[in-house]
């Protein structure tokens, strides 16, 4: 069984920063993909970084390109998604994925339960 739980979500005001963490537990993550994405109310959820486990592929989406960073932290199983200069735009549920091959290459296998950012202008 795969768990994914994300944390460090809130209330920031436009131009403040935030850094969203991912803990997983239940498997070697040596070899998973693994990634953040969002959904705003009324949106479609939408892909917003990824990762390899050790670092070496990484992606971003236009969204968070130059304002988010994704990294991990191995002896953590830790997955980190640090926000600057956010946004209002930026409001929406934050959610980690895991996935064995790509988790932009069709539905993750893993979804964490999500963590709320609201960024106020």
């Known amino acids: 069984q795969v768990q994914l739980v994300e944390s460090g979500g809130g209330l920031v005001q436009a131009g403040g920063s935030l850094r969203l963490s991912c803990s997983a537990s239940?498997?070697?993550?040596?070899?998973?993909?693994m990634g953040w994405f969002r959904q705003a109310p009324g949106k479609e959820r939408e892909f917003v970084a990824a990762i390899s486990w050790h670092g070496g592929r990484i992606f971003y989406a236009d969204v968070g390109k130059g304002r988010f960073t994704i990294s991990t932290d191995n002896a953590k199983n830790t997955v980190y998604l640090q926000m600057d200069s956010l946004k209002p735009e930026d409001t929406a549920v934050y959610y980690c994925a895991a996935d064995e091959t790509s988790v932009i290459g069709g539905p993750p296998d893993y979804w964490g339960q999500g963590t709320q950012v609201t960024v106020s202008s």
């Open positions: 239940g498997r070697t993550f040596s070899r998973y993909d």
